[in-house]
C-alpha cells in the first residue's frame, strides 16, 4: 500500500488540475456576457493556484535533499521574475485585439503543462514505489 504522501501522483495532479483554469482563461474573450466573463475569471482564480503545492513537493522530491533549498529558491525565482511580463506582453498584445492576451495566455499554460506532461511522466522519484504505468488508480 502507497502511503497518502507517495509522489506518483504528484505530477498528474499538478498538471490536470491547471489545465482547466488554463482553458477558462482562454474562454474569457469568447463569454456572451460580462457577468458570465466574471464567473470564469472567478472561476479561474479559485483553480489557477492548485497546482503550486503539488508543483513544488514534486520538485522537493525529484532533488537530493542537500539541494531543496537551492531547488525551492530557483523556482520561486524564475516565477516572480517572469510574473511582471505578463501585463506588460498583454499590453503589447492589446492593439491587435482585447480577446488576444487571454487566448494566448491559455495556449502558452496550457502548451507549458502539457509539455511538462510528457517531459516528467516517465521521470520516477526516488521515493516512487511503483512506476507511474502501474501506480494504483
Not at 506518483?8 to 482553458?23: D, E, G, Y
Request: hydrophobic content about 50%; charged content about 15%; glycine content about 4%.
Amino acid at each position: 500500500m502507497i502511503a497518502a504522501g507517495a509522489p506518483w501522483w504528484l505530477l498528474r495532479t499538478m498538471v490536470f488540475t491547471h489545465l482547466p483554469s488554463n482553458v477558462l482563461l482562454a474562454a474569457v474573450p469568447f463569454a456572451p456576457s460580462l457577468p458570465v466573463a466574471v464567473v470564469l475569471l472567478l472561476a479561474r482564480a479559485c483553480l489557477s493556484q492548485m497546482d503550486l503545492p503539488t508543483r513544488q513537493a514534486y520538485v522537493m522530491a525529484l532533488v537530493p535533499e542537500q539541494e531543496r533549498t537551492a531547488a525551492a529558491a530557483v523556482t520561486n525565482t524564475a516565477r516572480y521574475l517572469t510574473r511582471p511580463a505578463g501585463p506588460a506582453l498583454a499590453g503589447l498584445l492589446f492593439p491587435f485585439g482585447a480577446a488576444l492576451p487571454y487566448v494566448i495566455a491559455g495556449a502558452a499554460k496550457t502548451a507549458y503543462d502539457l509539455t511538462l506532461w510528457r517531459t516528467f511522466r516517465s521521470v520516477r522519484l526516488p521515493t516512487d514505489q511503483h512506476p507511474p504505468d502501474e501506480a494504483p488508480r
